[in-house]
């Protein structure tokens, strides 16, 4: 039975030692006959209306998050969005809330969006285009470990080193929990279903006798999936697991400090930037875990919106 401290906030964290330290321009200039509405509806009204549709707010996540960062102090300024609008802090499973209250009811929202996510396959989303290519390209989710667990821990850390899937294996355990599963039952679930890829994972590696492994994950969808997945598998071999839940400074304080073994939720190059270059020197980056995830803002599909420049108000 995986063992799981969830919750923990940054100051209980610390305690633990975990803690270191509109529209186009072309609407503007159209002839007055070709905008919609009467003489009493101009044009920069019209231009407006999606921030309006959604009182000028964007639905994030938790503040520590890059995905939060390059919103705020890179696309809302870059795209001159700062002064009117607004992105709320939120949490994952808060964003996701509100998403699926406006989706069946078919009401206008943004939120800030990644994939792999279950949300692309419950909802028919898209994302907006982002011109200025401030969100970046595809990241990778990266395997995290401290310092010494090579020697501490050799079994676990080849176990680690070993680990990757695609974006598919990560969403489908995120449809199980969506769909009722507890997140143990859908890792089980689908280690018994991937045995093959499974296998792969544990290539000559060696059983232990009950030896204690904490992971660090954050509260996101795919890391909860990810970290239940690896932590089920090195239960099979041996290892007494704990999984604590953490924000993303701690878990990356956590795994420099030696307090946590290993992440396997380190999303780069982008997302955990600041954090990779705090911490560097102190951690050992065993690589990409999964190829394939996006950033970037999201709507729903019918929603008549297609870019992040259509969010300026002329």
């Known amino acids: 039975m995986l063992k799981k401290l969830l919750g923990l906030t940054t100051a209980s964290v610390l305690a633990l030692g975990l803690a270191a330290c509109g529209g186009e321009e072309a609407s503007q200039e159209a002839p007055a006959d070709d905008v919609e509405g009467t003489e009493e509806t101009p044009a920069e009204e019209t231009a407006s209306h999606v921030g309006?549709?959604?009182?000028?707010?964007?639905?994030?996540i938790d503040p520590g998050a890059g995905l939060m960062n390059i919103t705020i102090n890179q696309v809302l300024p870059e795209y001159g969005l700062e002064d009117d609008w607004n992105v709320v802090e939120s949490s994952d499973a808060a964003m996701t809330a509100a998403l699926k209250s406006a989706y069946e009811n078919e009401e206008p929202i943004i939120v800030t969006a990644w994939s792999p996510h279950w949300k692309f396959s419950e909802f028919e989303l898209k994302y907006l285009e982002d011109p200025l290519n401030l969100y970046g390209a595809a990241e990778d989710i990266h395997t995290i470990a401290r310092t010494g667990l090579d020697e501490d821990h050799p079994n676990a850390y080849q176990l680690l080193d070993q680990f990757g899937w695609e974006p598919d294996h990560v969403e489908y355990v995120m449809a199980l929990v969506n769909d009722g599963a507890n997140v143990e039952e859908a890792a089980e679930q689908f280690v018994s279903e991937n045995e093959e890829l499974v296998a792969t994972w544990i290539e000559s590696v060696e059983t232990v006798d009950g030896d204690n492994f904490t992971l660090l994950y954050v509260a996101w969808d795919e890391t909860v999936a990810a970290t239940n997945v690896l932590g089920h598998v090195l239960e099979s071999i041996g290892y007494d697991v704990t999984l604590t839940q953490v924000d993303a400074g701690p878990m990356w304080a956590g795994i420099a400090t030696g307090s946590g073994d290993a992440t396997v939720g380190a999303w780069l190059p982008t997302t955990h930037a600041d954090y990779y270059e705090?911490?560097?020197?102190?951690?050992?980056?065993?690589?990409?875990?999964?190829?394939?995830?996006?950033?970037?803002?999201?709507?729903?599909?019918?929603?008549?919106?297609?870019s992040i420049e259509d969010l300026v108000v002329e």
């Open 52 to 60: 309006e549709d959604v009182d000028f707010e964007i639905i994030g």
């Open 278 to 306: 705090q911490y560097e020197g102190d951690f050992i980056d065993l690589g990409s875990n999964l190829h394939g995830t996006a950033l970037g803002l999201a709507v729903p599909t019918y929603m008549d919106i297609d």
